[in-house]
C-alpha cells in the first residue's frame, strides 16, 4: 500500500464511525493514475441491518422534531459544505475523476440542495376538506415515510447523496445510505459534516462495502425500510424493484437513459454544436442525461458536424486535479471497455471516426482515458444508437423530416432527458409536447436545477426528485375523518 494512502472506518452507524465487523477493508482508487487513495471498511449485510435498526429507532424521535429544527440541522450542514468547498472539489476529482472546476460546481450543487430542502421542509402542509355533514369534519396529514435506503452511483456521487439525504431528513424520514464502491470518499466526508451539523445518532447512517448485491438486497428487502431511492443502471433498478415489491415499499427510481440531440436546419448552429459538446462531454460523457446520438436535418448535417468537430479536437484529457484538463478518465476498466465496444462496432458497421477513436494516456497517466469520439455516417444497427455508451462519444446522424426526428428519438425503452434546437417557436411546443422523456432541453443544454423536477419515463425510471416534488416523495398523505 502506498504510504500516502489514508485509512477511514468508511462506515457512520447510529452516530458512531466504524469499521466493517470482519476487519475487512477495500481500497479506493484513483481513476486518472489508478494510484491507492484510501482504504475503507468493507461492510456488507450484518453493517446494513445494524443501520437500518438504528434508522428504525431514530425514526419516532427526527419524525416529531419540529419542521425549523429539521431545516436548521440543513442550514448548518450547507454552511459546513460551503466551508469545505475546496477540500470537498479535490476530493471528488480524486475518487471521480472529473475536472476540478465540474467538482467545484458539484459540491455547489450539494449546499444548495441542503439550502432547498431546508427551506421544504417548512411547507409540509396538510388539508382541511368540508364535510359531507355537519357531524363530520375532515383533514389530512402529510407524514415521513419512515426509514429510507439511498443507493447513489459513482457519476455524481456527491450531488445525488444530497438530493436524497436532504429531501428526506427535511421531511423527518431517517436514512441508510449505501454510496457507489468506487466512489465512497465524497460520502464519508458528508457524513462527517452531518456529525458536526448535530445530526442525532442514529437518523443518517453509511453502510461502504464491496457487495453490492448483498448490501442491495438487504436494503430493498428488510422490512423496517419503507422507501428505497435508487440512482443507476436499468438493470439493477429493475431488480430492486423486484425484491423491494415483497414488502410492498415505495421507490424512487433514476435509471438509465439514451438522450437525443435534435439540431432542425433553422437552428443557431454554432449554440447547438457548444450543447452538444457540453452535454456529450461533461464528465467524460457519464452522466445520465448526457447526449447519447446527435440527429441534424440533412440541409445542415455537414455545417453543424464541421463545428462540432472543431470543438472536439482540442479538448484537453488529463488528471482532473490539473489545469486546463476538460475531460477526465473514465471511472474503471468495465466502463473502459464498454466505450471500446460501442466504437468498434460503429466503425464495422460502416461509421467513420471523424474525431477520436482511441485510447489516450495524456501524460503517461495509467488510468481509463479515452479521446472525445465523434462518429459520422452511423445507422440505426449500431450498438452506439440504441445503448447508452456512458463515455465520451457522440454519433452523428442525418433526418429529413420533424417526424422522422420524432420518430428515431422516441424509439427507445429510455425516456429521461432529450435535446432540440430550433428557432421555430411553434417547433418549440410541437417537439417538446411529442417526445417522450421526462426532462427536455429546447435550447438548452443543461435542463436540470435544484427548484423544479428531475426524472425520467418509460424504463429510466419513476418518480421525481429536486423541486417540491423531491420532498413529495418521501411523505405519506393520511386522511383523518373525525365524528363531532
Same mark, same amino acid.
Given at each position: 500500500m502506498d504510504q500516502a494512502t489514508t485509512s477511514t472506518a468508511g462506515m457512520y452507524i447510529n452516530g458512531a464511525w466504524t469499521g466493517a465487523r470482519s476487519g475487512k477493508r477495500f481500497v479506493v482508487r484513483n481513476p486518472a493514475?489508478?494510484?491507492?487513495?484510501?482504504?475503507?471498511?468493507?461492510?456488507?449485510?450484518?453493517?446494513?441491518?445494524?443501520?437500518?435498526?438504528?434508522?428504525?429507532?431514530?425514526?419516532?424521535?427526527?419524525?416529531?422534531?419540529?419542521?425549523p429544527e429539521r431545516a436548521a440541522l440543513l442550514q448548518r450542514t450547507a454552511r459546513l459544505i460551503t466551508e469545505h468547498r475546496d477540500a470537498l472539489a479535490v476530493t471528488l476529482t480524486q475518487e471521480n475523476g472529473k475536472p476540478l472546476a465540474q467538482a467545484r460546481a458539484e459540491v455547489d450543487g450539494m449546499a444548495e440542495l441542503c439550502v432547498w430542502f431546508a427551506e421544504e421542509a417548512r411547507r409540509i402542509s396538510g388539508r382541511i376538506l368540508p364535510p359531507e355533514t355537519p357531524t363530520r369534519r375532515i383533514l389530512t396529514l402529510r407524514q415521513p415515510v419512515g426509514v429510507v435506503a439511498a443507493i447513489t452511483p459513482f457519476n455524481f456521487p456527491g450531488n445525488l447523496l444530497a438530493r436524497k439525504l436532504a429531501p428526506a431528513l427535511a421531511a423527518g424520514c431517517t436514512v441508510v445510505?449505501?454510496?457507489?464502491?468506487?466512489?465512497?470518499?465524497?460520502?464519508?466526508?458528508?457524513?462527517?459534516?452531518?456529525?458536526?451539523?448535530?445530526?442525532?445518532?442514529?437518523?443518517?447512517?453509511?453502510?461502504?462495502?464491496?457487495?453490492?448485491?448483498g448490501i442491495g438486497e438487504e436494503l430493498a428487502t428488510h422490512p423496517l425500510v419503507r422507501?428505497?431511492?435508487?440512482?443507476?443502471?436499468?438493470?439493477?433498478?429493475?431488480?430492486?424493484?423486484?425484491?423491494?415489491?415483497?414488502?410492498?415499499?415505495?421507490?424512487?427510481?433514476?435509471?438509465?437513459?439514451?438522450?437525443?440531440?435534435?439540431?432542425?436546419?433553422?437552428?443557431?448552429?454554432?449554440?447547438?454544436?457548444?450543447?452538444?459538446?457540453?452535454?456529450?462531454?461533461?464528465n467524460c460523457g457519464q452522466?445520465?442525461?448526457?447526449?447519447?446520438?446527435?440527429?441534424?436535418?440533412?440541409?445542415?448535417?455537414?455545417?453543424?458536424?464541421?463545428?462540432?468537430?472543431?470543438?472536439?479536437?482540442?479538448?484537453?484529457?488529463?488528471?482532473?486535479?490539473?489545469?486546463?484538463?476538460?475531460?477526465?478518465?473514465?471511472?474503471?476498466?468495465?466502463?473502459?471497455?464498454?466505450?471500446?465496444?460501442h466504437v468498434e462496432d460503429a466503425r464495422a458497421k460502416g461509421a467513420t471516426v471523424l474525431v477520436g477513436g482511441r485510447p489516450a494516456t495524456p501524460d503517461g497517466l495509467a488510468g481509463y482515458f479515452y479521446e472525445p469520439t465523434l462518429l459520422t455516417g452511423v445507422n440505426l444497427d449500431m450498438r452506439v444508437m440504441h445503448e447508452e455508451t456512458f463515455g465520451p462519444v457522440l454519433p452523428v446522424m442525418a433526418f429529413?423530416?420533424?417526424?422522422?426526428?420524432? &420518430?428515431? #428519438?422516441?424509439?427507445?425503452? %429510455? +425516456?429521461?432527458?432529450?435535446?432540440?434546437?430550433? @428557432?421555430? =417557436? $411553434?417547433?418549440? /411546443? &410541437?417537439? #417538446?409536447?411529442?417526445?417522450? %422523456? +421526462?426532462?427536455?432541453?429546447?435550447?438548452?443544454? @443543461?435542463? =436540470? $436545477?435544484?427548484? /423544479?423536477?428531475?426524472?425520467?419515463?418509460?424504463?429510466? +425510471?419513476?418518480?421525481?426528485?429536486?423541486?417540491?416534488?423531491?420532498?413529495?416523495?418521501?411523505?405519506?398523505?393520511?386522511?383523518?375523518?373525525?365524528?363531532?
Open positions: 493514475t489508478l494510484e491507492p487513495l484510501a482504504e475503507v471498511g468493507d461492510g456488507g449485510r450484518e453493517e446494513t441491518r445494524a443501520a437500518i435498526e438504528a434508522a428504525h429507532a431514530a425514526f419516532p424521535a427526527w419524525a416529531g422534531t419540529p419542521a445510505v449505501r454510496p457507489a464502491r468506487v466512489t465512497p470518499l465524497i460520502a464519508v466526508s458528508l457524513f462527517k459534516i452531518l456529525a458536526g451539523a448535530g445530526a442525532p445518532p442514529g437518523v443518517a447512517n453509511l453502510v461502504t462495502g464491496t457487495d453490492s448485491a422507501k428505497v431511492t435508487f440512482t443507476g443502471s436499468t438493470d439493477i433498478g429493475k431488480v430492486l424493484l423486484a425484491k423491494a415489491a415483497g414488502t410492498v415499499k415505495r421507490v424512487s427510481m433514476e435509471l438509465g437513459g439514451h438522450a437525443p440531440f435534435l439540431v432542425f436546419q433553422d437552428a443557431d448552429l454554432d449554440k447547438a454544436a457548444a450543447a452538444a459538446a457540453l452535454s456529450g462531454f461533461r452522466v445520465c442525461t448526457s447526449t447519447n446520438r446527435v440527429l441534424v436535418q440533412q440541409q445542415v448535417a455537414a455545417a453543424f458536424t464541421e463545428r462540432l468537430a472543431a470543438l472536439t479536437r482540442p479538448l484537453r484529457l488529463g488528471n482532473g486535479l490539473e489545469p486546463g484538463v476538460e475531460v477526465g478518465p473514465l471511472i474503471d476498466k468495465a466502463g473502459f471497455d464498454k466505450v471500446v465496444a429529413e423530416t420533424e417526424e422522422e426526428a420524432l &420518430r428515431i #428519438a422516441n424509439d427507445t425503452p %429510455y +425516456g429521461l432527458a432529450a435535446y432540440f434546437f430550433t @428557432r421555430d =417557436v $411553434g417547433r418549440v /411546443f &410541437r417537439v #417538446a409536447e411529442r417526445l417522450e %422523456y +421526462g426532462i427536455v432541453g429546447a435550447n438548452d443544454p @443543461r435542463p =436540470v $436545477g435544484t427548484h /423544479f423536477p428531475f426524472g425520467g419515463m418509460k424504463e429510466s +425510471g419513476l418518480g421525481r426528485e429536486n423541486g417540491t416534488e423531491g420532498i413529495e416523495a418521501f411523505l405519506e398523505v393520511k386522511s383523518v375523518v373525525i365524528g363531532l
